[in-house]
């Protein structure tokens, strides 16, 4: 089970690149996204929204304290922190693919010193600023390799059939939808 916490949500600046953080996140492999910082039930509305239509299984939640979820997780798994400042990622996933339950953290602006002592790895994508959803989306890669990619989600509503042009849909209700 892979679980995503992100960390430092604020409800105006971030709703766009959480929402996408959720979007790697299932498409990558995770089962599941912890929200923190800002309470945002619009986010929480679109994660739920997207499963329905695309399928799961992949929740997201709101926990208002992050050290209390990240204590939580590690009586049962790793967690690896993502940070510019970490040890290179490729030896963490080595490592992470030895337990059966990773969190991974992503922060937004300013991480919390704390999140640096408690996390299990602080793994680095390159040691050089850039984002947080290409952040997750490297280190979901080189843990997971590319079957989450290819994998069928279960209850979709609406499946994409690869076309090299054009959009070609299965809806469950419509059968074959596209241009
Ligand atoms: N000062 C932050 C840091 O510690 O990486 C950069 C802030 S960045 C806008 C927001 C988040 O993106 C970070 O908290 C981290 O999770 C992720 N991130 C950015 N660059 C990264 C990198 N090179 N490796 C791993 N994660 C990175």
Same mark, same amino acid.
């Given at each position: ?6 960390? &430092? ?22 089962? !599941?996204? @912890? ?31 992050? =050290? ?8 049962? &798994? ?7 400042? &970490? ?22 602006? =300013? ?14 994508? &390159? ?23 290819? =994998? ?8 994409? @059939? ?7 849909? @299965?809806? !469950?209700?419509?059968?074959? @939808?596209?241009?």
């Amino acid at each position: 089970m892979i679980v995503v916490l992100r960390l &430092g949500h604020r409800k105006q600046r971030d709703k766009r690149v959480t929402t996408h953080c959720a979007l790697v996140a299932r498409a990558f492999g995770a089962s !599941k996204i @912890i929200l923190s910082g800002e309470q945002d039930e619009a986010v929480l509305e679109s994660v739920a929204a997207l499963s329905r239509k695309w399928g799961g299984p992949f929740s997201a939640s709101y926990e208002s304290n992050w =050290k209390k979820a990240v204590r939580a997780f590690k009586k049962k &798994g790793k967690v690896i922190h993502l940070t510019m400042y &970490g040890e290179p990622f490729d030896a963490v996933a080595a490592q992470a693919r030895k337990t059966k339950n990773v969190m991974i953290v992503i922060g937004a602006e =300013k991480v919390p010193r704390e999140m640096y002592a408690l996390a299990d790895y602080n793994a680095a994508v &390159g040691s050089q600023p850039h984002s947080e959803v290409a952040a997750l989306a490297v280190f979901l890669y080189e843990l997971l390799g590319k079957a989450p990619l290819e =994998k069928e989600f279960r209850g979709w509503q609406n499946k994409i @059939i690869p076309s090299p042009r054009g959009k070609k849909v @299965i809806n !469950k209700f419509r059968g074959v @939808i596209g241009t």
